[in-house]
């Protein structure tokens, strides 16, 4: 199965800056891609498909880019709602396989 | 609006088994492939099984095959998750999911989660 690997493992981020997050793939996943924001105690939240599409209702400050194996997630300025725990997540190849996350916390 | 709920989770001994349910509403239930997806304490996602739409075709993981059951009735836009034959492992939140396209395999809605705690 693809390996994904997130890093860092945690980002300490102070509010209003810019955070970037990495997502690396064992094998080329094309461009599909997605990330989810979960939030303690809450599910996961599908924030970007197809490696770069939002999901409508998610603020533009959220982006995504790369392809093959190599991911990124930025979040322009950080608002106090953005800090969570952040997934990657390939289903280019059967079984969907998830990375191990990332976290953003307040600096 | 799209709704998905889990229940049926619990603290279960090693060995036992639980059956997890999942109600789903506001989109055409019948069209769509469903998912369990689980999370052990303090750890990452991990997908747990798959089932078509229609039902005919379902999907393990490895740690769970021949274990877990996988099942659905489109009449009463339920998908269920029989767990057998429980390990200390399995402790994890339960979640439903629903792919965001009928066949797809990333997701946008998810139920809140069930927790299923193995341990004696």
């Known amino acids: 199965e693809i390996v994904m690997t997130q890093s860092p493992a945690t980002l300490s981020v102070s509010p209003g800056e810019r955070a970037t997050l990495s997502c690396r793939a064992s094998q080329s996943v094309s461009l599909n891609l997605a990330w989810y924001q979960q939030k303690p105690g809450r599910a996961p939240r599908l924030l970007i498909y197809t490696a770069s599409t939002r999901v409508t209702g998610i603020p533009v400050r959220f982006s995504g880019s790369g392809s093959g194996t190599e991911f990124t997630l930025t979040i322009a300025s950080l608002q106090s709602e953005d800090f969570a725990i952040y997934y990657c997540?390939?289903?280019?190849?059967?079984?969907?396989?998830f990375g191990q996350g990332t976290k953003v916390e307040i600096k | 609006e799209v709704q998905v709920l889990e229940s049926g989770g619990g603290l279960v001994q090693p060995g036992g088994s639980l059956r997890l349910s999942c109600a789903a509403s506001?989109?055409?239930?019948?069209?769509?492939?469903m998912r369990w997806v689980r999370q052990a304490p303090g750890k990452g996602l991990e997908w747990v099984s798959s089932i078509s739409a229609s039902g005919d075709k379902t999907y393990y993981t490895d740690s769970v095959r021949g274990r877990f059951t996988i099942s659905r009735d489109n009449a009463k836009n339920t998908v269920s998750l029989q767990l057998n034959s429980l390990r200390a492992e399995d402790t994890a939140v339960y979640y439903c999911?629903?792919?965001?396209?009928?066949?797809?395999?990333?997701?946008?809605?998810w139920g809140p989660g069930t927790l299923v705690t193995v341990s004696s």
């Open positions: 506001g989109f055409s239930f019948g069209l769509y492939d």
């Open positions: 999911a629903k792919p965001h396209f009928p066949s797809g395999n990333y997701f946008d809605y």
């Open positions: 997540q390939q289903y280019d190849e059967w079984p969907p396989t």
